[in-house]
């Protein structure tokens, strides 16, 4: 046990404490553009991979992000198995 004198502890979430970590990561942002349009539109298309059926909400923004602490990232971020919330603040 540790007795710390004259200090409040800190209050730690249960995300904390399991490892040791803080649960925010820090991003840039590098780019922000429009969805993608969607089949059948002819002018200035940006092609999507054969494999991606999906269509791009209307209204939607696409954000390019820029992860300096990108080892904190789970390794397999890319599988679609992961939210991502955002909160923004000036810097």
Known sequence: ???TVGRIP???TTSDK???TKSWIEAKVLHLREPRRRRGSSENVEERSPDS????PPGARVMVLLVPDGY?????MASGNYRVFLR???A
């Open 88 to 90: 923004l603040a000036r």
């Open 1 to 3: 046990m540790d007795f």
């Open 10 to 12: 800190t209050a730690v």
């Open 53 to 56: 059926t999906a269509t791009d």
């Open 72 to 76: 904190r990232l789970p390794e397999d």
């Open 18 to 20: 399991k490892d040791g």
